[in-house]
């Protein structure tokens, strides 16, 4: 029996613009169970968010379209369903905690109207039954004085308690997957923990599963289960997190690491990616990673390696690998 919640099958999003054609998601393959926490983790330009955007169908078009592929929420294609379906599954089924709070919110309307608005278009009910549990979700997400607070306006709170208020919104109706989009970059390093753990916590509580995006190896340990590698709209590298940090197996993912800040490793400074994510127009030929990697040969610019699993549980897509494999 299937128990994923959410496949993603083949995904393709471009851009059409007048340089030419982006190809921000070029063929991505994922999955997530029910309750499973899963991670996406790689550069800004990796297509991260463009994924994200394209399971609830926010791509701005034009420039962008969603070109080919299945995004199935419990067998069913969402890239199939018309506008008003897909405003039903947005916020009810799918939610989205965004990276900026401040810039998320209208600063023309109160907390309190923000966080009933959802409520009151997928649930409906009596106006006090929708404050109350507007009141309710607030207390959820450990808003102190949630009374207050519902009758003030975003630029009268810190960047800290408007992600709360943006979690609230987001969970207001149970959605059965929550997305969220680098939901700590913003915060100073104690407010980041406390979110995270609000995340942890709320993920316990109510069995919701997560897709996670940042840029951050140590946020995604924190948070999940499982974590996925992109790398120029495409997926590099997928197993559960700690196989992932213990022995990463692409190039690009043991670079990652070697640029993350590490308690336990004594260094004066941090390692560097060379280059830059190349253009998607015209992206390198096989590998995309290979013109910035120090392991690379003449295979990796002529071959796209495919996603194979080298362990079990752990998939990879580099030609080196499979070569050392064999």
């Known amino acids: 029996m299937n128990d ?3 496949e993603i099958v083949d995904l393709k999003t471009h851009f059409f613009t007048d340089t030419g054609t982006v190809k921000a998601v070029d063929g991505v393959n994922l999955a997530i169970r029910e309750g499973e926490s899963m991670g996406l983790v790689g550069e800004s330009g990796s297509g991260k968010s463009i994924t994200a955007l394209s399971v609830l169908r926010l791509i ?11 995004v199935l929420l419990r067998g069913k294609d969402l890239l199939q ?6 405003r039903r599954i947005r916020g009810e089924k799918i939610a989205m905690i965004f990276q900026e709070p ?9 907390i309190g109207s923000q966080v009933e608005e959802a409520i009151r278009y997928h649930q409906r009910g009596r106006r006090s ?3 109350e549990k507007a009141l309710a979700i607030l207390r959820a997400v450990k808003i102190p004085d949630p009374r207050r607070i519902l009758s003030q306006y975003p630029h009268e709170l810190s960047g800290g308690m408007l992600q709360r208020v943006m979690i609230a919104i987001a969970i207001s109706c149970e959605p059965d997957l929550l997305i969220c989009d680098e939901p700590t970059t913003a915060l100073d390093v104690s407010t980041q923990a406390q979110i995270i753990a609000l995340l942890n916590e709320l993920r316990s509580q109510r069995k919701t599963s997560f897709l996670f995006i940042t840029h951050d190896l140590g946020v995604l340990s924190w948070v999940c289960t499982y974590a996925v590698v ?3 709209g495409k997926i590099v590298e997928y197993s559960d997190i700690g196989s992932l940090i213990r022995n990463p197996m692409h190039p690009y993912t043991r670079a990652l690491i070697g640029a993350s800040p590490r308690l336990d490793c004594d260094r004066d400074f941090l390692n560097s990616i060379p280059g830059s994510v190349p253009n998607l127009i015209e992206p390198p030929a096989g590998c995309r990673f290979h013109p910035r990697c120090d392991r690379a040969e003449m295979v990796c610019s002529e071959q796209i390696p495919p996603l194979q699993e080298q362990e079990k549980g752990h998939w990879v897509a580099c030609g080196m690998e499979d070569q050392n494999k064999g």
């Open 81 to 86: 369903l018309s506008d008003k379906e897909m």
């Open 129 to 131: 039954d929708v404050r």
């Open 230 to 232: 992109m790398y120029a």
């Open 4 to 6: 994923n919640l959410l």
């Open 102 to 110: 401040s810039t998320s919110m209208n600063p023309s309307f109160t």
């Open 60 to 70: 701005p078009s034009p420039p962008g379209k969603i070109v080919s592929g299945q």
